[in-house]
């Protein structure tokens, strides 16, 4: 049924409200980067700034291990991304694929890890780490953030693969391909979009983690950089204007991501399904 004039406008009232209570917080995180000192904590709400400087991001791009930080982020948080689309692929193709026993229950386990708070789990991993010698070490923030979105990614992909006929691997099987031929050059190419999302997931998670990095890590040269954006704040002052363009610069590589994969995460499933 075709809806009413009065019905549209109301629906769309109704969703340029709610984008302006979720935009808002980004908007003032923006202005309020460009503004002084003086006017970050004047007590007028100024929704349009009257004047507009550049400090607070030289002093964020200038501020000592901006650039170690900001590596050490990078390294950890795409190494995990990676580890974790590669096991959680292996472990979603059989369980999507294949009749086992004990299917059923490690499905059940997978949805469990996934459940369980990550905080739950910060003073196993501690002792794992510790004993295993990788305190203070990158490959410890590695491992911790491929475990934690193992589950999901697993999870996820895993309905993915399900929805996938596998008619269309068992007629690449009767052209002459093998399973694996079969797999990568029809299954793969249709879990982009799959593959994508878990990865926009799979990055966010790692990129804002602040807990372990900040436990682990006792090195300065080895932390990440949302504890890079805790020292804005010392024991005499807080740099309001300098966390905003900190904040502003730790949103950038998230959104350069996102902009590299969101073409594929928004392609339809059965691209490349056609037989040629």
Partial sequence: MRKSLAQRIGLGSVGVVVAVLFGFPTYWLITTSFKTPGE?????????PTSGTLDNFVSAFTKPGFTTYLTNSLIVTLGSVACALVAGL???????RMRFQGRKGFMLLVLVAQMAPVQAMFI?????????GLLNALPSLLLVYTATTLPFTTWMLYGFVNGIPIELEESAMIDGCGRWSAFRRVTLPLLGPGLVATSVFSFITAWNEFLYALVFMR???KQTLPVWLSTFRTAFSI??????????IYAVPALVFFL?????????????AVKG
Wanted: proline share 6%.
């Fill in 124 to 132: 196993p991993m501690y002792l794992l780490m510790r004993d295993a």
């Fill in 219 to 221: 090195d300065q040269s």
């Fill in 239 to 248: 740099d309001w204007g300098g966390i905003m363009a900190a904040s502003v």
């Fill in 260 to 272: 590299i994969v969101q073409r594929k995460l928004v392609s339809g499933l059965t691209a490349g």
């Fill in 40 to 48: 970050v904590l004047s007590p007028k709400y100024d929704l349009i």
């Fill in 90 to 96: 292996l472990a979603a193709v059989p369980l999507a």
